[in-house]
């Protein structure tokens, strides 16, 4: 007898599964923990097979039975249901893992360690932002140059040229991805370079007079704001990191008997491990900051949270109530600073400061150097810079005379340092 609405839907589990029969080999599997399966039994080129239609109650008796009248038909026209059920899935399957956004986020999951997190996020989220809404869903192999430029030209008009020259690199990595995994034939965005006008490139503000620099380091030891925050500031000169890589400094990195900064690659750009020698004048400044905050994680946690480091514009916040703004001086500028006058003045090797600044340089071979490489050569020239820094506090005027002249741009800022 057929089954009725009622009858499915007051079906009971039982110890055991069992079977209720509809019509034309449709029935309802009803499991011991009460879920219901629609099944079709048939008959193909003389072997009983069995058919998934769907789950009660998200297909209906009357949407099972249309399903297992459309089996029929395909039976009766040579075709078995079950393969192509196996076929259509698989067609499906190809189709999403061919298109963009699949593969955008496959290229985000094998490539996200090499990030940090909030840097992962960001790359995910300007595609979700810019480009998934319009190319997300198109097969990568058959988009065209001019259907990214398109949705680069959205980010663009928005006022966002920047942020649509990232989204451009992201769209070539995640292309090259599409060709290394054969996914497509081609980066595309290798047509449309030139396509967007190019970015005014931001230099970061430094100083390399001597006179100006002492009276900054002057100024800085004559800050009367939270103690941390000075702290901060007076190490930022000496050991010229980033200032991201600054603020996140974790006392657990640092080994005061042997004067060593070890930041982890987690929190470096080039995610390489990366060591700082401290030099006498840097040390005192730590141990001065320790019985404050060395019974914490941070060396510089933030103001309302010993939990979190301090935010990312303290640095240059602190600057500006000492009156200096971003056209002067900021936290990135004291690696420019270092930079010049390590090479200018006091004549230390090139490619020893770059190591320094933890730029990517290799070997004559090609190699990179580990994070050891030239030692006791780079604690030499931090200490003698250090002591440099020092020395135009006391008597800037007669260091002034050692400074080079150096070519300047318009706006008096000097050399870019990532």
């Not at 396509?195 to 931001?202: Q, S």
Request: hydrophobic share 40%; net charge positive; proline share 6%.
């Amino acid at each position: 007898m057929p089954l009725t609405d009622i009858k499915v839907r007051a079906a009971k589990p039982k110890e055991k599964a069992y079977k209720l029969s509809d019509s034309g080999g449709l029935f309802l599997l009803i499991s011991p923990v009460g879920s219901k399966y629609w099944r079709l039994k048939y008959r193909f080129q003389g072997k009983e097979k069995l058919l998934a239609i769907g789950v009660y109650p998200e297909i209906s008796l009357a949407e099972a039975r249309e399903k297992r009248d459309q089996a029929k038909k395909q039976i009766a026209n040579g075709v078995d249901p079950g393969d192509f059920k196996k076929t259509s899935k698989h067609m499906v399957r190809k189709s999403e893992e061919g298109n963009l956004e699949y593969i955008a986020r496959e290229w985000h999951i094998k490539n996200k360690h090499r990030w940090s997190p909030n840097h992962g996020a960001l790359i995910m989220r300007r595609l979700e932002l810019y480009i998934f809404p319009w190319l997300g869903s198109c097969q990568i192999s058959e988009i065209s140059p001019p259907q990214l430029l398109e949705a680069l030209r959205r980010v663009e008009n928005k006022g966002a040229l920047e942020t649509a020259h990232r989204v451009y690199q992201i769209c070539g990595q995640v292309f090259r991805y599409a060709v290394a995994t054969g996914r497509t034939n081609r980066d595309l965005t290798a047509d449309l370079r030139g396509a967007l006008p190019p970015t005014k490139v931001e230099h970061h503000a430094t100083m390399i007079e001597p006179t100006k620099i002492a009276e900054l380091l002057c100024v800085i030891d004559g800050y009367e704001g939270f103690f941390v925050t000075k702290c901060a500031l007076r190490l930022a000169p000496l050991v010229f990191v980033r200032p991201g890589e600054l603020r996140k400094a974790e006392w657990s990195e640092i080994d005061l008997d042997k004067a060593e900064w070890m930041i982890p690659a987690e929190k470096m750009k080039m995610r390489l491990p990366h060591l700082v020698p401290l030099s006498a004048q840097a040390l005192a400044i730590l141990r001065e900051l320790y019985p404050l905050t060395g019974a914490g994680q941070y060396v510089f946690p933030g103001l309302l949270s010993s939990k979190r480091p301090m935010s990312d514009n303290t640095v240059n916040s602190a600057l500006k109530r000492l009156g200096y703004d971003s056209n002067d001086i900021t936290g990135h500028g004291f690696r420019s600073m270092a930079r010049t006058l390590l090479d200018e003045v006091l004549g230390f090797r090139p490619d020893i400061i770059e190591h320094q600044l933890a730029h990517a340089v290799k070997d004559p071979l090609g190699r990179a150097y580990n994070r050891t490489t030239h030692l006791q050569l780079r604690r030499e020239m931090m200490q003698k810079w250090a002591d440099y820094l020092d020395q135009l506090k006391s008597n800037p005027e007669e260091e002034n005379g050692k400074v080079l002249t150096l070519q300047k741009s318009k706006n008096n800022q000097e050399i870019i340092l990532a």
